[in-house]
């Protein structure tokens, strides 16, 4: 089986001892990311994988290349003295983390994603209201988002497109229940007043009562593997 344990550049040991608890054979990638924000002041470098949004400049932790190299030195030399019949090599993407890493799990195959949970965050859900004034879609060319006539982006996974299209028409008025996250708005829940559909699981509802953080949420929401979640 192919493995991608998904690590920053503080938190990397925790979720590589987490991961051992699940690996026993196969290849295992211990990967991270170097963001492309980091160098234009959005850098949440690879603290982004764990759901952490700076509040104040300083606490920006642009992460280099070669800092990502030597970590994720040590984390292979780690999970291969935790389990040495692991095949282990290392891997840096650059990008934003959340499509990074989903890309990344998608176009090479992995079977199982081990990623930090997060921290649910201060994001406190409300609903907002508006005219739908077109679609977004991300650079695969799938759907993931509408705007708003004020602008607000509302976002949700690809692989509810379908759904979220049977309730929303561009000119239409949509009600959508969710949580502001960074300049996006994250959707639960999209109504045209008649009829509801579900965007993403809302936090501590179903069977799955579990804070994540918007990397992991988006991980989550978007590979076709197994993601289990550390931490």
Not at 51 to 60: A, Q, S, T, Y
Not at 128 to 137: A, P, Y
Request: glycine share 12%.
């Amino acid at each position: 089986m192919k493995h991608m344990i998904c690590v920053d550049s503080r938190g990397w040991e925790a979720v590589v001892r987490g991961a051992t608890r699940y690996l026993f054979e196969g290849e295992a990638t211990v990967a991270c990311v170097v963001d492309e924000r980091a160098s234009s002041g959005y850098g949440l470098s690879v603290r982004g994988l764990l759901g952490r949004k700076p509040r104040h400049r300083e606490e920006l932790d642009p992460i280099s290349q070669t800092e990502a190299e030597n970590f994720l030195s040590e984390a292979a030399e780690l999970l291969s003295k935790l389990r040495p019949g692991v095949s282990v090599e290392t891997l840096i993407l650059h990008g934003l983390p959340n499509e990074a890493l989903a890309s990344a799990a998608t176009e090479r195959g992995f079977e199982t994603v081990f990623i930090g949970r997060g921290s649910p965050g201060a994001d406190r859900p409300e609903t907002i209201s508006g005219t739908v004034s077109g679609w977004k879609r991300n650079h695969h060319g799938d759907l993931d988002g509408f705007f708003l006539e004020d602008g607000t982006e509302v976002r949700f996974p690809p692989h509810r497109a379908s759904e979220i299209e049977s309730v929303v028409r561009e000119g239409s008025v949509v009600e959508v229940w969710g949580a502001r996250r960074g300049r996006g708005f994250h959707a639960f829940e999209v109504s045209d007043g008649e009829s509801k559909v579900e965007a993403h699981k809302p936090p501590g509802r179903g069977p799955e009562k579990i804070h994540l953080g918007h990397t992991a949420r988006f991980v989550t929401d978007h590979v076709s593997c197994d993601v289990i979640l550390i931490g």
